[in-house]
């Protein structure tokens, strides 16, 4: 079994997401994560929970939180209708992990929508043989729950199972499932 990350990994979608969420934030709330911040603390992270996050912090009001969310997604869509496009190299590799008899799934941080559409456009979608999204689990990364689930769904040892990530969130929710990390 492989489990594969989906911002970062199987799509380069991170600064999508990154400006996205800070053209909506500066629309609604005028303000902006710094780059510095994004990395060190708010990537690989489901949006409510950034948005929380920034609240605590005192940087938006949490009456915002619905319209900041909702813009966010509506320009997530448009830059991924934009950007996003077949991608050879990740339709190949899947192939040939499934010609080795690897079962192929993705779990990401993303919402189910904007996933389901970046897997779709770069041609992997129908190659995936599970796909599970922050909309699926009750605790997101970096809580390793979505990447036990799909090795639960399974029934394999997590010595037998690979997890692609890239994120610090992502990564400690792989390390701490307790399978292997790449």
Known sequence: LIIFDLDGVLVDACE????????????????????EDHYTTFNGIPTKVKLSKLSEMGHIN???????YNRKQKLSIEIIEK????????????KELKNRGFIVACYTNSIRKTAYLMLSKIGVIDLLDY????????????DP?????IVNKYGFNKNEVLIVEDSPKGTQAAVQSGCNVW
């Open 62 to 68: 949490p009456s915002q939180h619905e319209l900041v």
């Open 83 to 94: 950007n996003a496009t077949l991608d050879e190299t990740k339709i190949n590799m899947i």
């Open 145 to 149: 729950e979505g990447y036990n689930y």
């Open 16 to 35: 999508w997401h990154r400006v996205a969420l800070n053209q909506a934030l500066k629309e609604i709330c005028d303000y902006e994560i710094s780059l």
């Open 131 to 142: 796909i599970l999204t922050n909309q699926d689990v009750s605790n997101p990364k970096p």
